[in-house]
């Protein structure tokens, strides 16, 4: 950015000043938001009564909330911030993230190593998993604070093809837990990861039975390093077909007015090959990036490999018509149009669980894009993240961000990312409601160039 000098011929005026002091600030306020968080000492308004945020997976210096108080009233959040203490030049990933906050007295129950259901589909003790929790307690825990979460096999990761950062954190919503939940699996030749983001009463059980049965429904039909583009297709749509059928079974009340958004992603390699194939399949407004840079380029590609489902998207809006449903549009320039349901109007056209809006056009069958290949001689990255990053960050935008820091160190970037999507959220007041922010983050790995 470049800012007026002395030798600027134009004639000073009041007015040119204050452009100038204004663009003095923003460049000072991207400076500071550009310094690595772990340098970061956050303080706030001498008034501000906030929790302070719990230590599980927080972004590493990130500011603090804050207070409740302050938020609802609609004033923007005042964030200061002072550099403190050395910069630290060690990098983060998730495993050594995890293993740092393990035995903390803050985190007794909330870090607990347990493998996830889907494992049970894949040779013994071949996968990998982080994946979140889910507890009657989650109410109670801290605005910003992170999400409890099971792990196992923890220190395979890095022996694995895909670097991964991993961070999802409550938002500011009274009386109302992270409804956000994820998991990553991983094991030699393939990663499947997903977010699910929840919605209404019980939105936080609905997407944490989504992110619970989903991978195992989807890995007994599929088998990600063989299968062909058409058999994770019809995997997919078969695995989220069942997911509802469970769901209408197990918990038939909580998902009858409440729902989650899901998107799935699958990278797989053959051995010895020199590519990986990226295949998604999502319903509702979870995006999924792919940024792509090849090595004689300076700059990166950005994709959006899934399309959200809003009710105003021309296909939906003819589902919905056909059911003799209806979209509400807005006065409100900033507001979506929703789909009219009774029990409450939704911002998606496509979700699990919702079972009431059904008859008035929401669809449970996931949208299954063309797969991409991921040629090794490129770099690349996959960005998985829930409408708490994407509300506030355009792809391009994310990407150029996670990018700066080396895909070994993937673990901060997606912290830094959250960091800065929950200080966009304060700064731009949202009545003092702040969305649950959850960022996947996935870099495959490269093997050094030969001298």
Known sequence: MLLAGPSDPTPRTAEKEREEGSERRRAVSEMLAEVDEA????TISPDAKAKPAQQLLSPAGGPEPTSPASMQSGDTPLVKRSLAGNLRS???????????LQGLDSQEGRLVELAHPAVDCCTPGAVASVWGKCSDQDKYQPFFSGK???FDRLSSFGDLPFEIGIHCQRGHKTHIPNQDDFFVLQREGWLLCGVADGHGQYGHEVSHFVQEH????ILSRFKPGLASADEWRTSAVGAFEDVVSKMKQDIPTKCQESGATASVVCLSRQEGGATSKLRTAHVGDSTVVYARKASADPSWEVRLVTRNHRPDREDEMRRIKQSNGEVVFSEHANQPPRLRVPSGDMAVSRAFGDIDAVEFGLSSEPEVEDENILEDKDEHLVLVCSDGVWDVFEPQEAVNMVAKFAADDSQRAAERLAAKSQSRWQQQGSAGVIDDITVILIRPKRE????
């Open 214 to 217: 989903l991978p195992k429904s």
């Open 90 to 100: 060690r990098k983060i990933t998730i495993q050594t993230k995890i293993g740092s």
């Open 448 to 451: 050094a160039a030969p001298p």
């Open 39 to 42: 340098a970061c000492a956050a």
């Open 148 to 150: 409890s979460m099971n």
